[in-house]
Every structure is written in C-alpha cells, then in structure tokens.
C-alpha cells in the first residue's frame, strides 16, 4: 500500500524513555500555566475588567499552590520521604527551582497592577486612592465611616513578654503595627483586616468626590482599599499612644486535611472534624510588601516557624483574589458581553423532553449550549409518573441549585433516587456535606465516595418505563452538575438511550452504592480499574495501525498529562511515526520537540475567557475514527486515587461533529493558544502566512449550535 513504511524503514532510536530529563516538572508547569493566565490579565484584547479578573485568578492559583503543592513539598521535605514526578526531582531542588520562578513571577503581578491594570481603570472612571491621595473633605468623611462602621469590629493584639504572638488566619491581611507608648519604648500590635466582614474596596461618597476630569459620560467610582483605610486611622485603636508605622502581610497556611476515620463514627463526621483542623494547619507562606523593616519581617518569621525560602517580599497587592470585587461594578461596557447560550430545538418544549431525548443522542458543549435541558430533564423526571429512578454524581455543587432541588422532589414524589456525593472534593467540602445532610433528610440514598478514591466521574441516569420495556437515559460529562460554571467552563456533556452504556453505568452506580465489582465494562473506560490500560492499548492499536496504513494520527484535548506511562505510550508513537497533537490546559509534563523522541508531538495551551475544562480523546484508527469523552485527565491521580470515566460517542454524526467542529477548532486557535516547546516554556502561536485569525472560543460564540447540525 502507498505510505505504508516497511519495517526497516521505522525510525530506530537508543534514547531512554525513562529519563528524567524528557520531563518536565509538574509544579514548574503549574507556574508556567500561571504565567499564561497573568498573559491574559496583560492582554488589551480583553476588556479591563476582565484583565482584572484575571490577575485575581493568578492570586487564587498561587494561593492554592502553596496551600496544595509547596505544603506538600515541605512535608516531603521535614519527614524525609520524597514522592517524585516523573522528572525524578528531589522535593527540595524542586523548592529551589519554584523560588527562582516565583520571583520573576510576582513581580510581573505588580507590574501588571501598578503599571498597566490600575491606570487604564482610572482613565475609564475607576479610581483606586491611597489616603495621602485623598483631599481633607473626602479624608474626614472615610475617617467618620470608618468610626461608625469598622472600628467596632476592630481587636488589635499586643504582642510582649506576657502576651504571646496571636495566632494568623490563613489569607487575611493583616497589619503589622509598631507603637510608641506613652511610659516609653517601642511595642508591637497585631491587627487582622476583616475582609470577611467588610469588601476589600470601600466606595469613597459620590457627594466629596467632585466631577471627574478624565472620565467621559461613564459613571465613575472612587474607591480606597480597607487596610488603607484602617492603617490611615490606628490612630483611633491607640489612644495615649504613637502609631509609628504599619505594614501589611498575609499568611498562607497547609490546606490539605487528613481524615482518620478510626476516630470517627463515619466517613462524613471523619470530613467535617478534618475541615476544621484546616484552619490550623502550619504556615507554608508569609507575603509581605516591600517597605518591612528586616528586624520585622525576622520577628514575623521566627513567630510563624518560617524558613526564609517561604517569605515572598513584592510589591503586589497582598491577597490579589479579592480583587474579583471589581467584577461588581456596574460597568458593563468594561466586561465581556453576555453570552446567549444556545438550546438545541427539540429539547425546548419540557413536557416531550424524553420523547426528544429516546429520538437520537444528543451532544451539550457548555457554555456554548445551554445546561437547561439537563436541568429539564431532571425536573422532568421527578414527575414524570413513567419515572422509576435517578442515579447521579455530585462533586462540586452550586448553591441554591436546581439539581438538588429536583433530586429532592423526585424523591417526594416516590421515585428511587440515588447521589454519590463526594464529600472530599477539595474546598467544596463543607458544602458538599451541607447538601448530603440536605438530600438525606429527604429519604435520599446519599453514598459517599471510597475513602481512599474520590469519586469525580460525572454522570446521571434516568430510568424510565416505556411501552418497549425499561428505557437508561444515561448523561455523560466532563464538567460537574452545577449551574453556574456550566455558564463558565468549556465542557462536553452527552446524553443517550444507548443500551450498552445504561447498563455500563447501572454497573458503575452499583459498584459505587454496594459491594458490586466490574472488571471491565462493555463500553466505559474506568478508573482505577481499566482507565489507563485502556487509553495505552488505544494508544498502541494507532501505532500498529500506522504501521498498517501510514495514516496515524491522535489528538486529544485535556486539563492536564503528568501519568508518566501514558507519556512514554506517546512517546513511542511518536517515534513510530504517529503525529501526536495535544491541547493541554494546565499540567503538562510531556517535553514535545525532542530529537528522536517526541519530534512528531505538538502541544498547545488556550486560556481566555472561559475554562477550558472538557476531554477529548481522539484516535484516527486507520480511518475507522474512534472519539473518547469524559472526566479523566491523564494524571496518576485520576487514575489512580479516582473513580473517573470515559466513554466512547457511539453517534458517527456526532463523533464527525466533535472532530471537524469542536476539536480540530481548538487545534487550530493562532490567537489565544501557546505552544510549549522541548524546554518547558510557552509561546504565543503565530498565524502563518495568509492564515485567518482563529480564537476558538470566539468562534464557537459566532457559531453555537453549528455542532448540532450534523445529524
């Protein structure tokens, strides 16, 4: 056959697969992905408000590294037991490598702040003051509000020989306060900002503020941030003494929580005791801004139990996430534009939703296509007299939502209903425990996930009687069942009657409820049990079938590829030949660009507007084209410590539509994508000669529901 390579002529190569060197860190890479959302807080293309949101997101990720990642670390480091990735990095050379990266980083923050973000706000009528900015009208009239409202919240702390150094809240700001007491000495006084009490930007009175010059016809606001106000005014917590100076920092402290269920009456108490102990987990972090004296910053140190490698000295503003707050104005012309999400006709009437579901299966590409119709299709059920069953997965849950609302009527109107909640989703936990109690007084069967697996599969299933006999709906996703990221976050989400699937998943819920144990499953892939084994045997059946027609090609979209035996799979197809295209969001530890190894792996990264958060798993199989979506990224803890599922889009017309419409799309974005290179470094993708611009997220706005169309 033309194109097929004989034997002899397949690229023979003596490099170890093996080697840490084809590797790339993971926690290098989490700052890298970092890096890539700050380019987005920096990029004009985005309203500035929007940038604004994004720098807010680069302080929420690097709180959560230090909270998840750097305390892991650490504990590797003082219990001398090193887990490493696949690069082979001992625990404290990677501690070394994260400091040399974070500097640079931190302080691209306080440019991006000080230098482009907060000028551009005041010349469209957003106005962040510094007290000494402020006139003597508008400094009395925030001194009086601060009397009446936030100086009664207020408890500074001394700090001497006999009262010792307070304990510090994980992510508040605080102030470090230095006095001058009347019987004479220097003293020290602790103040914690109450950002939960009060928002981090106090509106400055329209009334002493004046007209704005450089504003046009737009509102304006004028704003000074709380601990600004409050360092503006100890003056009022220290009567009969001199305030001196005060300098804000912030503490960081180790989120992981360790559930021992041997001291507990069950696996939902176990969680519960674990979240409270949370908070007093050790420091992993003290942030302080430039102006600390060194006799203080030593002192807030020694106090913490610090190393100095754990101090970040910069000139950011401390606590960047809550500058979401901005979000808040009303200035729409200054964020994007709503999206109007798309719903496919025939699942607009409700009351014929099954009918129109039982008709063929359906594809939801959130936020492009609107989550209503699942909504429907569970309030539908709930009475729906035909309705026997529902059976779902619940990770992360919104409040107030419709889902629980639905699983809670169904349940009063005798249906069987049945959630896995996974009560250790991280961060989600105390809601998550708040629902279950919610959902078990109202005669749900609420099963909690293994305590040694998180249960991150998401699905649900219907069961229906029907005049053919017993009819799955069964619902398939990549995203959770939660109202409002399906309004943020690009999911792929598929709804069919698929007998095989159906029973796949009745297996899976039994296996998860009882004390059922699947081997293998007819259609799903899933984790732990044949997830991974089943991608790599995928992934070696292309190169056989590249060896058989010349042809092969994967391409796969996920969040994160850090499982260094899926790596090395494609590690060996690319030395086979195979053209290897990757859409990696966050976590990438593949090293593309290698000679003889990965010179036929492409891999590029989109941040923008909205999370890229789907799966998409595509083998071209010697023209026989098989697509895989669902919840797994290839990471070991997906595929090891989860329960996660991928199944097989058994629709051709549908399978065309995610290949051609929706994945190829992603691959071809010269506008918001990077690609990484053999050195672990991102770079913008450039349009080739005569090539149009393609943001793919801007596409897929111009053109919701053209997926739909292949039927």
């Known amino acids: ?68 990642r750097v305390s892991d670390l650490r504990r590797q480091m003082i219990r001398g037991v090193a887990k490493y990735s696949p690069d ?61 409202e936030v100086f009664p919240t207020l408890t500074p702390l001394a700090v001497d020989t006999h009262r010792p150094f307070p304990f510090i809240s994980n992510l508040y700001i605080n102030l470090a306060i230095i006095v001058r007491r009347s019987s004479g000495g220097e003293g020290f006084a602790r103040l914690k900002v109450p950002t939960s009490t009060f928002p981090r ?115 950011a503003p401390l606590g960047l996430v809550d500058f979401w707050q901005l979000l808040s104005l009303e200035r729409p012309e200054l964020k994007d534009s709503p999206l109007d999400q798309f719903v496919p006709s025939d699942l607009a009437q409700s009351q014929a939703i099954f009918r129109s579901l039982r008709a063929r299966d359906h594809l939801f590409f959130h936020p492009y296509d609107s989550f209503a119709p699942i909504v429907t299709m569970l309030q539908q059920a709930a009475i729906d007299p035909d309705v026997l069953a529902i059976k779902i997965t619940l990770y992360r849950i919104d409040k107030r939502s419709p889902v629980i609302d639905a699983l809670i009527n169904a349940r009063k109107q005798g249906k069987q209903v049945a959630a896995v909640v996974e009560l250790k989703a991280k961060f989600d936990e105390e809601n998550n425990i708040s629902y279950s109690r919610a959902l078990e007084h109202e005669g749900v069967h609420v099963v909690y996930g293994p305590l040694d697996l998180k249960v991150h599969a998401k699905l649900a299933l219907v069961i229906r009687k029907e005049s053919s006999g017993i009819v799955r709906y069964t619902h398939l996703s990549s995203g959770n069942y939660n109202n409002v990221t399906t309004k943020l976050y690009g999911d792929l989400g598929y709804l069919t009657t698929s007998h095989e699937v159906g029973l796949d998943a009745s297996h899976l819920f039994n ?68 053209k290897v295209d990757l859409n990696v969001r966050g976590l990438c530890a593949l090293r593309p660009g290698v000679k003889g190894v990965s010179e036929n792996i492409n891999i590029t990264s989109i941040v923008g507007r909205f999370l890229e958060h789907s799966r998409i798993y595509y083998f071209h199989n010697g023209g026989q084209e098989e697509v895989l979506l669902g919840s797994s990224d290839m990471m070991p803890r997906n595929l090891d410590k989860r329960v996660e599922v991928l199944f097989p889009v058994q629709d051709s017309n549908i399978c065309s539509a995610i290949i051609d419409r929706i994945l190829n799309t992603h691959l071809r974005d010269n506008v918001k994508a990077r690609r990484l290179g053999s050195d672990g470094r991102y770079s913008r993708v450039k349009a080739r000669k005569g090539e149009e611009m393609l943001d793919s997220q801007q596409w897929f706005i111009e053109n919701r529901g053209i997926w739909h169309e292949l039927r």
């Open 201 to 315: 930007f106090i509106q400055i009175p329209t009334d002493v503020c004046g007209d704005d010059e450089t504003a046009t016809a737009c509102p304006t606001s004028h704003l000074i941030m709380l601990e600004d106000l409050i360092a503006a005014n100890l003056d009022l917590l220290f009567p009969g003494a001199q305030v001196s100076a005060a300098y804000p920092f912030r503490v960081t402290r180790d989120a992981e929580i360790e559930i021992q269920l041997e001291e507990a009456d069950d696996l939902l108490t176990a969680v519960e005791e674990g979240v409270d102990n949370r908070r007093l987990g050790p420091p992993v972090r003290l942030e302080i801004g430039p102006d600390m004296p060194e006799k203080l910053k030593e002192m807030l140190t020694k106090n913490l139990g610090l190393p100095k490698y754990l101090v970040s000295q910069h000139n």
């Open 511 to 578: 296996a998860l409820t009882g004390y059922a144990s699947m081997d293998s499953y007819n259609r799903l892939l899933v984790a732990p049990t044949n997830l991974r084994s089943g991608v790599i045997a995928k992934v070696h059946r292309e190169i056989e079938r590249h060896h058989e027609f010349g042809n092969g090609r994967i391409a796969w979209k996920l969040n994160g590829l850090l499982d260094k035996e899926i790596i090395k799979s494609l590690y060996q197809a690319s030395q086979e030949g195979v």
């Open 88 to 148: 082979g990095s001992a625990p404290a050379l990677v501690m070394d490598m994260v400091r040399e990266r974070l500097g640079p980083l931190l302080s691209a923050h306080a440019s991006c702040w000080h230098g482009e973000l907060l000028p551009l706000l005041g010349k469209n009528g957003i106005h962040v003051r510094k007290w000494d900015e402020l006139d003597e009208r508008q400094q009395l009239r925030l001194r009086t509000l601060f009397e009446q």
């Open 1 to 68: 056959m033309e194109g097929k390579p004989s034997k002899s002529s397949r690229k023979k190569t003596s490099v170890d697969i093996d080697s840490g060197a084809l590797y790339i860190n993971r926690e290098l890479s989490y700052l890298e992905f970092n890096r890539r959302v700050l380019g987005e807080a920096r990029d004009s293309y985005h309203p500035v408000l929007e940038r604004v949101k994004f720098l807010a997101i680069c302080g929420s990720n690097l709180d959560e590294f230090f909270m998840s």
